[in-house]
């Protein structure tokens, strides 16, 4: 009985933008010509990438044709989990695998996919193999992994080296040693969108990475009693508040948002030497930051290693792809549509050479072909080869864990950053929600 | 009987349908199940809750004490019948014609410690981090809401000033009152009942800020400004707890009614007396 109440309770709630073609989103058959629905997010220059594939598809398909509406990124995550609750998904539905994937596995709302992808090899084989994790649903895959995959990138500012003549950190012995000079020089050592709250767990996720391997994290997920509390948890929490305490961080970090953009500015400005932050903030630097990053100011690295820690160098952390999942309220006819989509048109050359040209990297073997005289060949290149060299890429932990667990951990990552709250009990709070 | 239809349909239904879902518990995707008090006793247990529902009481007492004295005295000045009062007044009610996210779009980007005003303009004292110290973030959330506010209150008592018969004020010049006798003696009594729904619509109001929080703030820093609305918004929407999140809804309506209440009574049995001469 609950059922329909939910629905009924969910449909209230917002009605939302319709889709572009003017037909209903509601996934229900008996339309004279079939027709899928696709989601996806707005903002250029990705929105244009995705907006052509479709025209692309629709074009070379006239009997199976895609409707697509675009959203912003948070409209879009409650409206997708509404509608999908509601039983109105789009046949496509885009997201970020891990965590949220499961919950939509769970609750039997998406197709699995793992006996087509073994009758169509070359559609898995032309991808990195490590899209497929957070695809991966308890050995099932639900997913096509999509897009582009962005590591996340220890960015520094040149001039700022060079004003006090310093050499960019090999090691998180450096990065504490240069956060007493470029505090002298009136320099921030790191810019940092705090209130944004994930932007500071991507420290987290280096330093527990570095100090202890990717298995630390790994026991959490896979919900091991009292995993937060390993010795390496405690050290890369107490390390991480080490660097704040030593001023590490631009004063006033945790009421800057990352959505302004205002992290960025602050690179870009020389107001900050150094920034942790996702491989995408690079093509907005260079449309926003002037001749920052056209003349050569920009340096970017992976994260350094910590002394005496476990964890190889080469790991990166970050989102290993986008993903697209079919509603398994879709009819038969739209699951078709949406299944030729992904087997002909994501990510084939042109969509390739489309996301290069953004500045990021597709996740296809090979895909470094198409870097070639991009101006953004060097960085393209950079990205490229941590992808394929990291032992372990690691998926964000916010996506990869479920979202209750994941508005707990951010809770809690915000006090730690605050200084309100200690390692132990960071992680003794954490260790309360593993397995929920 | 079309007004009763529509209470029911977008009044009490949803209302009863969030005491249902309170006691289940449901992630707003699978199958709902009940599960009797289990999110009441998690939302009780959560120091969280308690937390949530101090910011807001501070919020309330905070925004009530300084709304209240400010726009009671800008409404006796509106008041007047000067004519530069009535341009100041217009220059007032600018903030009420602008929307909660806009105001907090744009105090964010005024405070901001490193490209807002104070850094703009080099001025020393302007450059603090607003909104990243527990106390100076708490300060801003009361200094906007007041600036949102306190024009639309002026207005209540505007009104309400206006209404105070003439001859009253005559009366006490003869016997020679003073400008702040005639304040303290005619004007607050007579506005008994103006400060009551002027007090009513703070109260009950401040429970529900989220818009202005949300985006001012996000509840932060850590959890210094996070008030109930933005709490249960977090773990219904954000965690996926549609049980506990509803079980705060209720808190909120029920705690929402009794400050109704409180404050009707405050207004008291004589509220159809009149103080009205003549009558």
């Keep these: ?436 | 009987m079309p007004a009763l239809l529509i209470f029911v349909a977008f009044g009490v239904i949803p209302l009863v349908g969030v005491l249902f879902l309170s006691f289940t518990s449901w992630d707003g995707l699978g199958v709902i199940q009940m599960s009797g008090f289990t999110s009441w006793r998690a939302v009780f247990a959560d120091p969280g809750l308690m937390h949530a529902l101090w910011v807001t009481l501070l919020v309330m007492a905070a925004s009530w004490a300084v709304q209240t004295p400010a726009s009671i005295l800008l409404g006796v000045f509106l008041a007047g019948q000067q004519r530069y009062r009535a341009v100041l007044a217009v220059l007032y009610f600018i903030p009420l014609l602008l929307s909660s996210a806009a105001i907090a779009i744009a105090y964010k980007a005024l405070l901001d410690p490193n490209f807002g005003l104070g850094a703009g303009l080099g001025i020393e004292l302007l450059i603090q981090d607003w909104l990243g110290e527990p106390v100076l973030a708490f300060s801003v959330v009361i200094f906007v809401v007041s600036w949102q506010f306190i024009p639309f209150h002026s207005l209540l008592y505007q009104g309400g000033v206006r209404q105070i018969p003439r001859s009253m004020y005559e009366a006490a010049e003869i016997d020679g009152a003073g400008r702040t006798r005639k304040f303290f003696s005619i004007t607050l009594p007579q506005l008994k009942y103006t400060i009551i729904t002027s007090s009513t619509l703070m109260v009950v109001g401040s429970l529900t800020f989220f818009d202005l929080i949300f985006v001012l703030t996000a509840g932060g820093p850590g959890d210094a400004t996070r008030v109930l609305a933005l709490d249960m918004y977090k773990r219904g929407f954000q965690a996926n707890l549609m049980g506990p999140a509803s079980a705060i809804a209720v808190i909120l309506v029920l705690v929402g009614l009794a400050l109704a209440l409180f404050l009707r009574r405050l207004g008291g049995r004589d509220a159809n007396a009149s103080q009205m001469e003549g009558v």
Aim: charged residues 20%; aromatic residues 10%.
């Design chain 1, 1 to 436: 009985m609950g059922v329909p109440l939910g629905a009924a309770l969910a449909a209230c709630g917002t009605s939302g933008p319709s889709p572009a073609g003017g037909t209903g989103a509601s996934g229900s058959g008996g339309n004279a010509a079939a027709k899928a629905t696709y989601w996806f997010l707005s903002t250029q220059p990705q929105e244009g990438v995705r907006t052509r594939a479709v025209e692309r598809f629709n074009k070379a398909n006239p009997d199976g044709q895609i409707d697509f509406t675009t959203m912003q990124n948070d409209a879009y995550k409650t409206k997708i989990k509404t509608a999908i609750g509601a039983g109105q998904a789009p046949t496509i539905i885009w997201g970020w695998g891990g965590g949220t994937l499961r919950t939509y596995v769970q609750a039997n709302q998406v197709e699995d996919l793992t006996s087509w992808f073994e009758e169509n090899k070359a559609v898995k084989d032309r991808l990195f193999p490590s899209s497929f994790g957070a695809a991966t649903i308890d050995g099932k895959i639900y997913a096509m992994p999509a897009e582009t995959m962005q590591p996340i990138i220890l960015f520094y500012n040149k001039k700022a080296f060079e004003k006090i003549g310093a050499e960019p950190p090999k090691s998180w012995g450096d990065i504490m040693a240069l956060v007493p000079k470029f505090n002298a020089a009136g320099i921030a050592p790191f810019s940092l969108g705090g209130q944004s709250r994930w932007t500071n767990m991507m420290w987290l996720e280096f330093l527990f990475d570095r100090i202890g391997g990717p298995e630390v994290f790994q026991a959490v997920f896979d919900g091991e009693k009292d995993a937060w509390s390993h010795p390496s948890s405690i050290e890369a929490l107490t390390k991480m508040q080490e660097l704040i305490k030593a001023d590490g961080f631009i004063k006033g970090f945790s009421s800057i948002t990352a959505d302004s953009n205002a992290d960025q500015a602050l690179l870009y400005t020389g107001k900050a030497a150094m920034m942790l932050h996702g491989g995408w903030t690079y093509g907005s630097m260079a449309t926003d930051g002037g001749d920052f990053v056209s003349g050569g100011n920009l340096g970017y690295m992976n994260f350094p290693p910590v002394e005496g820690g476990k964890g190889d160098p080469g790991n990166t952390v970050g989102n290993p792809g986008q993903y697209l999942s079919i509603s398994s309220q879709a009819t038969p006819e739209q699951k078709e549509i949406a299944k030729k989509f992904f087997a002909t048109t994501v990510l084939n050359g042109e969509e390739v050479k489309e996301w290069a040209d953004t500045g990021a990297v597709p996740i296809v073997n090979g895909a470094d072909s198409a870097f070639a005289g991009s101006k953004d060949e060097d960085f393209l290149k950079f990205v490229y080869n941590i992808a394929s060299n990291a032992k372990a890429f690691a998926q964000s932990w916010d996506q990869a864990l479920s979202p209750t667990a994941a508005e707990v951990l951010l809770d809690n990552i915000a006090k730690l950053f605050q200084l309100s709250i200690t390692p132990e009990e960071f992680a003794s709070n954490m260790n309360a929600v593993i397995g929920s």
